[in-house]
């Protein structure tokens, strides 16, 4: 699936990834390829990204990055909005 992260900054991630796990409202959940259209507010945790290429990142932007221990790639964030619609899923992030 195609992911995408957008602040009010910039566009700082744009990759083909594996799964992205995000904090819902009603705890943290996670979406693979295809999965079904889904939109969703997100409130204050970490954006977790698994993929092959997730070099991804805008170069201005990647202090804003960590690597977990499960070698996931990871971005906090304060809130947002989730829209996941024909496997591309766009998040507004604050």
């Known amino acids: 699936m195609f992911l995408e992260i957008v602040t009010p900054e910039a566009v700082i991630f744009s990759s083909e990834v594996n799964s992205v796990a995000v904090p819902g409202l009603n705890g943290e959940f996670q979406m693979l390829s295809n999965h079904a259209p889904i939109v969703s507010l997100?409130?204050?945790?970490?954006?977790?990204?698994?993929?092959?290429?997730?070099?991804?990142?805008?170069?201005?932007?990647?202090?804003?990055?960590?690597?977990?221990?499960?070698?996931?790639?990871?971005?906090?964030?304060?809130?947002?909005?989730?829209?996941?619609?024909?496997?591309k899923l766009i998040i507004l992030a604050d």
């Open 42 to 87: 997100l409130i204050n945790g970490k954006i977790k990204i698994e993929g092959s290429d997730v070099s991804s990142v805008n170069e201005k932007y990647q202090e804003k990055f960590s690597k977990e221990d499960d070698g996931r790639l990871s971005i906090s964030i304060n809130s947002g909005t989730i829209e996941m619609n024909d496997n």
